[in-house]
T-cell receptor, first 115, second 113 residues
Framework: GAVVSQHPSWVICKSGTSVKIECRSL??????MFWYRQFPKQSLMLMAT?????????EQGVEKDKFLINHASLTLSTLTVTSAHPEDSSFYIC???????????FGPGTRLTVT | QKEVEQNSGPLSVPEGAIASLNCTYS??????FFWYRQYSGKSPELIMS????GDKEDGRFTAQLNKASQYVSLLIRDSQPSDSATYLC?????????????FGTGTRLKVLA
């Protein structure tokens, strides 16, 4: 299967600071990537769809000014959590859509803790 | 609101048995269906994709699709304790101008040694 990497795998930051998470498709080009958030024992929640060269599409209820997404190349999308607060602590997972059969492959996730 | 429904479980099966996981979806025009496995604390991993009615087999896994009944299932033969995880059903939605998946809430499978 296709490989998607995510960096960092975990991060601890202080309240009010910003954190950037990178998502890379390693062996394929992805015009579309997705960002999800998952709280403990809860379902995946789609935050936004990231399209290369255009603005991200955010799901209802997700603040686009707080969660900045940039998809600058066919292999890289970034999510920046701005002015993070403890309630932003969660497991953030990216995924990338392959051109073949539109299969979606997930990165390993980033565990964010805001203190 | 398009929906994908799964029984949350847990579904407990003895080692070596067949585990049967079920999923229903609301959108009749859906064409692409996926099963993911998610271990606790990890991200989802794609197990199977299925696009046509009928069965699709890959090793110990068989996906079954019935578009008329809007039903997708995953069978795991010779279940192993390492199969214990949450299994997510996903349906592709391309009707809103963007391509995204609708995920079910997942079924937790426990394989008892």
């Amino acid at each position: 299967g296709a490989v998607v990497s995510q960096h960092p795998s975990w991060v601890i930051c202080k309240s009010g600071t910003s954190v950037k998470i990178e998502c890379r498709s390693l062996d394929f080009q992805a015009t579309t990537m997705f960002w999800y958030r998952q709280f403990p024992k809860q379902s995946l929640m789609l935050m936004a769809t990231s399209n290369e060269g255009s603005k991200a599409t955010y799901e209802q209820g997700v603040e686009k000014d707080k969660f900045l997404i940039n998809h600058a190349s066919l292999t890289l999308s970034t999510l920046t959590v701005t002015s993070a607060h403890p309630e932003d602590s969660s497991f953030y997972i990216c995924s990338a859509l392959t051109g073949q059969n539109y299969e979606q492959y997930f990165g390993p996730g980033t565990r964010l803790t805001v203190t | 609101q398009k929906e994908v429904e799964q029984n949350s479980g847990p579904l407990s099966v003895p080692e070596g048995a067949i585990a049967s996981l079920n999923c229903t979806y609301s959108d009749r025009v859906s064409q692409s269906f996926f099963w993911y496995r998610q271990y606790s604390g990890k991200s989802p991993e794609l197990i199977m994709s299925i696009y046509s009615n009928g069965d699709k087999e890959d090793g110990r896994f068989t996906a079954q699709l019935n578009k008329a009944s809007q039903y997708v299932s995953l069978l795991i033969r010779d279940s192993q304790p390492s199969d214990s995880a949450t299994y997510l059903c996903a349906v592709a939605d391309a009707t809103s101008g963007t391509y995204k998946y609708i995920f079910g809430t997942g079924t937790r499978l426990k394989v008892l040694a």
